[in-house]
């Protein structure tokens, strides 16, 4: 099992910065792909950013240029930097991961890890 607690979220006004962190502990060994996802009320939960083997990373098209998904492996720890944040970004953030060398190409079922999240809001 592997356990997930994410950190890091509050409120900023619009153009604002935020870091994300999601501390893994647990049996962590295998759990390649890490993501982000967020969610909002009456909304499915989406993938903003995701990180595979070799540090491959994805992004959704609406935070692309403006989010950074990394990690520190020695310290099994997972960011998202957002930055240029817009009102549109408000949110729950989720840390996921998954038993993959890659990043599934599904949904939420997708991954077995899940933090609680973390909120965003962003104010305009």
């Known amino acids: 099992q592997v356990q997930l607690v994410e950190s890091g979220g509050g409120s900023v006004q619009a153009g604002g910065s935020l870091r994300l962190s999601c501390a893994a502990s647990g049996n962590t060994g295998g759990t390649y792909c890490m993501a982000w996802f967020r969610q909002v009320p009456g909304k499915e939960r989406e993938k903003v950013a995701g990180i595979a083997g070799f540090d491959n990373t994805g992004y959704a098209a609406s935070v692309k240029g403006r989010f950074t998904i990394s990690r520190d492996n020695a310290n099994n720890t997972l960011y998202l930097q957002m930055n240029s944040l817009k009102p549109e970004d408000t949110g729950m953030y989720y840390c996921?991961?998954?038993?993959?060398?890659?990043?599934?190409?599904?949904?939420?079922?997708?991954?077995?890890?899940w933090g609680q999240g973390t909120q965003v809001t962003v104010s305009s």
């Open positions: 996921a991961g998954t038993q993959s060398f890659w990043c599934p190409d599904g949904g939420p079922a997708a991954y077995i890890y």
